[in-house]
């Protein structure tokens, strides 16, 4: 019964969040100064921009399974909703920031900037794993 419970609950957590997008980016940097990473369900797309018109976008894809993307869903959307959208001062003196936007399947989003490395206590936990994501993945 619990077994059944547990897997009715990751099937709503995975119902009502349609999209995930979490990001950084820095003022004043060479190269690559802006990566995300989108994701829907167990498909992650990840971009990595330039301020250099010299360096086009690069894009790639991966499928993403297990705990990790468990432990991301699971995020507790109303704190996530009650947040401001910029907290602190993301990028002052060119610190870095950070992002995490999160869309629900009844098309409701929620953006929430953060200073690089000083997230929120309510998402930290969603957060480090995007960043693991990320940095796997970042642009070559």
């Known amino acids: 019964m619990i077994l059944f419970l547990s897997s009715c609950s990751n099937d709503a957590v995975y119902k009502n969040i349609k999209q995930l997008n979490y990001g950084t980016s820095f003022g004043e940097c ?8 989108t994701l ?5 797309t990840f971009k990595c921009y ?17 705990s990790a993307v468990d432990s991301i869903y699971s995020l ?3 704190s996530f909703f009650n947040l401001p959208e ?13 992002w995490l936007e999160v869309e629900l399947t009844n098309g409701t989003k929620h953006k929430v900037t953060f200073e690089y490395q000083n997230e929120p206590a309510s998402i930290k936990n969603q957060i480090l794993k995007l960043r693991e994501i990320l940095h796997k993945n970042e642009c070559k």
């Open 50 to 66: 330039s301020v250099y018109p010299t360096l086009q976008t690069l894009t790639s894809t991966d499928s993403i399974k297990g």
């Open 86 to 98: 910029t907290i602190g001062c993301p990028d002052c003196a060119d610190g870095g920031a950070e």
């Open 30 to 37: 060479i190269g690559f100064c802006k990566h995300e990473v």
């Open 76 to 78: 507790d959307t109303n």
């Open 40 to 44: 829907k369900t167990n498909k992650a």
